[in-house]
């Protein structure tokens, strides 16, 4: 099978990005993978080319695929127009409407959380982020004053819940560690800050809870390490509507990048045997 997958950006560490990423070193490994972005450069540019998985622009010669694998609004249209295949697209967010929603026309839906099968009125397979359990192990630690992690970049989406953990910083609660975009302008005492890195498994040992929005990949990333994540609920403004604490999961193997890389397989074989007939 020759699968496309096309989205906007692909370079950042992002979670559209890491998507592609997981799936494409999962699925390389028995079919032909293309990745086509409009801009490939970056951190994941270069893992990407240790795969073996080539990397071509939106406007690069087409050649003969099976499928089209889409993300955000912009390019799932883009690829119904210049596809004559099934496309499949994945909506990574329900807060977003402006990246992210439903493109009429596609073969097929994923949703990558539930809140995201229930925004929309389609009908859409939910299959969860994949991630390599080689990366993220167990790991125990106890400091006196609790570490939380928070990865992910300073923006309007995630400002209030930084400034809550921030305030908590203050009080002397918990030390915070912040990779991302933005965060090294937020440095102080008890806050270490970082710019966006590949190897976030290494800071996850440090660490007694991870932070983030709604089911973000870095609180997933925290739970198959054995940490609990402190998960803010938010609205498309960033607004804080609700936050909780969740220990990990008893079964992780839904976020096995192999578990979900042989489910979105049988959506691709679905397409392709409805679109032959």
């Not at 979670?15 to 997981?22: C, L, R």
Request: glycine share 6%.
């Amino acid at each position: 099978m020759k699968i496309l997958f096309t989205l906007l950006n692909y370079g950042s560490l992002t979670g559209s990005e890491m998507y592609v990423y997981e799936l494409a070193k999962e699925l390389s490994k028995n079919h032909t993978v293309i990745i086509q972005s409009q801009i490939t450069k970056g951190i994941l540019y270069e893992k990407t080319l240790d795969l073996g998985v080539p990397m071509v622009g939106w406007w690069s010669k087409r050649t003969k695929i099976d499928v089209v694998h889409a993300s955000q609004i912009q390019t799932t249209v883009f690829s119904l127009a210049n596809y004559n295949v099934p496309v499949v697209q994945t909506i990574h967010s329900e807060i977003l409407p402006q990246f992210e929603a439903p493109v009429e026309g596609c073969s097929a839906y994923i949703s990558i959380r539930p809140e995201i099968q229930q925004a929309f009125a389609i009908d859409s397979k939910l299959i969860y982020n994949p991630f390599d359990f080689s990366r993220f192990k167990p790991s125990r630690v106890e400091n006196v004053v609790p570490i939380v992690l928070f990865v992910g970049p300073v923006d309007y989406l995630r400002s209030q819940a930084i400034a809550d953990l921030i305030a908590q910083v203050r009080r002397n609660e918990i030390r915070l560690i912040g990779i991302g975009r933005g965060w090294t302008k937020l440095e102080q005492d008890n806050v270490i800050t970082r710019e966006p890195l590949f190897e976030v498994e290494e800071w996850i040992k440090l660490c007694d809870y991870t932070a983030g929005i709604k089911l973000g990949r870095s609180t997933i990333e925290g739970w198959l390490c054995g940490k609990p994540a402190i998960i803010y609920d938010v609205d498309s403004q960033g607004k804080v509507v609700n936050k909780s604490v969740q220990n990990p999961p008893k079964d992780l193997s839904k976020f096995d990048s192999r578990v979900v890389a042989s489910q979105i397989e049988e959506i691709y074989d679905r397409v392709i045997y409805s679109n032959a007939r």
